[in-house]
Nanobody, 122 residues
């Protein structure tokens, strides 16, 4: 099983960035996919989740209206579109997979990617 997140980097506040997470080794189309983030000295934080079909999403209040999660089951990839990022969005971003109902609690996710760093400059 592998989840590989990529697409992070340095972005200016108010810009945009798209993260991708490529999956392999499990039946991607049957898993709900979550994005989490962790800033230095802070706990891992829920960002959003998309259901297995791509028809339903749920976001943390802090990113609602700015970030969008989508997925392509044929490509076994989930995306996090970050629009109008703010300096407080700076963190390592992780994708995670869970086959059961959508969750906001990190420890309930079964598979995790290695993370990609996003730095938002003011």
């Amino acid at each position: 099983v592998q989840l590989q997140a990529f697409g992070g980097g340095l972005v200016q506040a108010g810009g945009s960035l798209r993260l991708s997470c490529a999956a392999s080794g499990f039946t991607f189309s049957t898993y709900n996919m979550g994005w989490f983030r962790q800033a230095p000295g802070k706990e891992r934080e829920f960002v959003g989740v998309i259901d297995w079909s791509g028809s339903s999403t749920y976001y943390a209040d802090s990113v609602k209206g700015r970030f969008t999660i989508s997925r392509d089951n044929a490509k076994k990839t989930v995306y996090l579109q970050m629009n109008n990022p703010k300096p407080e969005d700076t963190a390592v971003y992780y994708c995670a997979a869970r086959q059961e109902a959508r969750e906001v609690v990190a420890r309930l996710y079964r598979y995790w990617g290695q993370g990609t760093q996003v730095t938002v400059s003011s």
